[in-house]
């Protein structure tokens, strides 16, 4: 991966746009929107895997950006706006606020992509004397990761919560890809580890909660056992 990386800024600038419609789709209010930049962060996933599968000549790699289109571009969005449509166009007001929000990700974002840049070869050993621009790609990975916990963690809307899983599993894929990208098996792995069924039952679940309840803010949902 780092002798693609090393001669070609055309995959670092595909990684880079990666992050940003991470972000965009981590933080946007809007539910559509926030989907619509879901789908344009995993069709740059698909863009890097057949970028590097044409700068290494691994074929197997374009298999996995198909793919990634045919799952995270077209079948995972297309669920997450079927099942928008029967819920309030905004998402649940978040237990942290947007403003700080924005400046608690900027940080976190800032601060673990610093201490990848500077300790990736104790978090994977044998990484850590890869040349830049390799360090950054391994960085990007995990920072996307990292953000998809964080919707986890202080989102409340049910969508939200989907597609904080989704970020998560689009960074794992690029740790993968990152890993060994011209090993067949990291392509096996990476199409067979899609959360389609998962983001469908939690979507599933969702729309008939928000019959049940007129919510989709899942700490309400202790009433559940009332």
């Known amino acids: ?36 930049w879901l789908m344009i962060q995993s069709a740059l996933l698909a863009a890097i895997f057949a970028t590097v599968g044409y700068a290494t000549g691994t074929p197997h790699l374009y298999l996995w950006a198909a793919v990634c289109v045919l799952t ?9 706006w079927h099942y928008s449509n029967e819920l309030p166009p905004r998402e649940t007001r978040p237990i942290v606020g947007l403003q700080w929000s924005i ?32 360090l950054t790609g391994w960085a990007i990975a995990f920072t996307v990761i990292a953000l998809g916990l964080y919707v986890l963690a202080v989102r409340r809307d049910a969508i939200k919560l989907v597609i904080g899983i989704i970020l998560m599993e ?3 894929h690029l740790t993968l890809l990152s890993l060994a990208p011209t090993v067949p098996e990291t392509t096996i792995v990476g199409v067979t580890t899609n959360v389609i069924v998962l983001a469908w ?18 700490t309400t949902l202790s009433r559940l056992r009332r």
């Open 1 to 36: 991966m780092e002798d693609v990386l090393a001669h070609n800024s055309q995959l670092v600038s595909l990684m880079a746009a990666h992050l940003i419609a991470s972000l965009a789709a981590a933080e946007v209010g809007h539910l559509k929107c926030a989907i619509m």
């Open 72 to 80: 995270k571009v077209a079948l995972i969005p297309l669920l997450l």
């Open 103 to 134: 400046i608690v990700v900027a940080i976190a974002l800032v601060g673990f992509y610093r201490f990848l840049h500077g300790y990736l070869g104790f978090v994977a050993p044998g990484a850590g004397a890869a040349a830049e621009p390799a």
């Open 170 to 172: 689009n960074g794992v």
């Open 201 to 218: 039952l939690l979507l599933y679940l969702t729309a008939g909660i928000y019959r049940l309840m007129g919510t989709t803010d899942v």
